[in-house]
């Protein structure tokens, strides 16, 4: 490119679809408030773009969710309980992100502004790969294409490891990055 940008690598949900990240938070709040444990919407959105396990954990180790979790269950969350969460968690957000998943306005233009110029596009999710089976084809009928797809479920770690975007690089032949 006339940049020396040779590829871009966007997150999915509130970059690419899900205009404010409306689903994870959506789902978050709705598993506490089955557990008894109500948390706000701003509470779910603090932890935005890691796994979602590691979401779910970091919501729970939150002073205020944390207090409120023993107060109702008369201990500390534990990991069962993050595996108990979690496990409720991935067919509710299934069930629903195709609801949120138009894209985000200007994408399109932004897609063909980035390929007209030799410039591709990676992305990354907290997402695991089952969460995205919809979310992929869906965004394909509006016109996104990107040049590589990975998922937190693809790699080691997700976020705040650099793992997804160095996949992406590797995926894309894109070195130095």
């Known amino acids: 490119s006339q940049t020396g940008v040779k590829g871009v690598i966007f997150d999915w949900a509130g970059t690419i679809v899900d205009y404010g990240c409306q689903a ?8 506490f408030k089955e557990k008894g444990v109500e948390i706000t919407l701003a509470e779910a959105r603090e932890p935005m773009g890691i796994a979602k396990r ?83 084809p869906s965004a394909k009928e509006q016109g996104f294409e990107p040049d590589s797809i990975v998922t937190s479920s693809d790699v080691e770690s997700g976020r705040p490891q650099p793992w997804m975007c160095f996949k992406n690089a590797a995926n894309m032949g894109i070195y130095p990055m």
Do not use: C
């Open 54 to 136: 590691d979401h779910v954990k970091y919501l729970l180790e939150m002073p205020r969710i944390n207090a409120l979790w023993s107060e109702k269950y008369g201990k500390t969350p534990d990991e069962s309980d993050v595996d108990d969460i979690y496990s409720r968690l991935e067919p509710k957000l299934k069930e629903i992100v195709t609801d949120y998943g138009d894209l985000i306005p200007g994408l399109i233009e932004l897609q063909a502004y980035l390929k007209g110029r030799g410039i591709k596009i990676g992305t990354t999710t907290g997402y695991v790969s089952s969460m995205m089976e919809d979310i992929i």
């Open 24 to 31: 994870p938070t959506v789902v978050f709040v709705e598993i």
